[in-house]
């Protein structure tokens, strides 16, 4: 009677008579056994001495291979302690706070400074390329734009780099492009002016020397683009024309070696609206010249010489 009347004082709603399981142990629970053994490709099947309490999840993480003895299995705690001391005061050190809307001057600075920004002005340099079509102003103004958006020098540099490379691609494209166009104009001035050709660049060029005789324009016609310029030549040989008519617009002090297809034409109108000319008179001492010429006009005209 009084067994169960001690049951009955002694026992709690979580008890077996109450709808409970087993009562609790006083026992300490038994260590758990590990999971199963580290992988092969770590430890080799080598059984490691891991501490009580130890998460057997953590069997596998190559980081610990280090601390652990490879022919007895036991963890050189002493190093782990070590280790784990230097990984904390490592903890913060490179630390890189972005800096916020209203972040100062300095505070972006230092930011930067960690990514690479050279905060030293003298140490931040960029070099021109070997013959370089950047002035000088332009690099300063590239660096003082880089410098004043916190650009490393070395992304600065790869930048100026490119935009030299873009310039002289730019710059070559250009010369090649205006080398054909050059040429282009000069073999149509050619087809137009025919064996005049060489005799109209040499009035062009009488003009030059004699009418205008200013070095300035002479050294600007050493540009192709003005002085091999179609427009600018014909220009030229128009003003000689009228300038030097009455020596017969020799360009030179050489005979003419030709004469333009226009020039050759208002020749032949001429000599066929003139009844009285050599050509036309048979018994005139001059006729057979006057045929020659004739000929020689209608070849210039077909722009032959």
């Given amino acids: 009677m009084n067994f169960f009347r001690h049951l009955l004082l002694e026992g709690e ?3 077996a008579l109450a709808g409970g399981g087993t009562p609790p142990s006083n026992d300490p629970p038994p ?6 053994d580290p992988p092969v490709d770590l430890y080799d099947g080598l059984e490691v001495k891991w501490p009580e309490g130890f998460d057997n999840g953590l069997a596998a993480e190559p980081s610990l291979k280090p601390f652990v003895d490879k022919e007895s299995g036991v963890i050189n705690f002493a190093n782990v302690m070590k280790s784990y001391v230097h990984t904390k005061k490592q903890i913060g050190v490179d630390k890189i ?9 300095e505070e972006l600075d230092n930011f930067h400074a960690k990514l690479g920004y050279e905060l030293d002005e003298e140490k931040y340099s960029l070099n021109k390329g070997e013959e370089s079509l950047l002035s000088d102003e332009v690099v300063a103004n590239f660096k003082k734009l880089a410098r004043e958006n916190r650009l490393p020098a070395g992304q600065a540099q790869k930048m100026m780099d490119f935009m030299e490379e873009h310039v002289k691609t730019s710059a070559n494209a250009s010369t090649e492009q205006t080398a054909a166009e050059i040429k282009a104009g000069l073999e149509g001035l050619q087809t137009e002016w025919g064996a005049g050709y060489q005799s109209n660049l040499g009035l062009a060029q009488r003009v030059l020397t004699e009418v205008v005789a200013d070095d300035s324009v002479m050294e600007a016609l050493k540009d192709p683009r003005i002085g091999s310029n179609p427009a600018v030549i014909k220009a030229l040989t128009a003003i000689g024309k009228k300038v030097f008519s009455e020596d017969g617009f020799k360009g030179d002090s050489t005979p003419s070696t030709g004469m333009t297809p226009e020039d050759a034409t208002i020749e032949i109108n001429e000599i066929m609206a003139d009844r009285k000319h ?8 001059g006729h057979n010249d006057a045929v ?4 020689k006009l209608q070849d210039y005209r077909k722009g032959r010489s």
């Fill in 31 to 36: 260590n758990d056994p590990p999971a199963g």
């Fill in 97 to 105: 706070t972005i800096p916020g809307e209203h972040a100062t001057a």
């Fill in 292 to 295: 020659k010429k004739m000929l």
């Fill in 278 to 285: 050599a050509y036309w008179n048979k018994s005139h001492p």
């Fill in 13 to 15: 709603p979580d008890s």
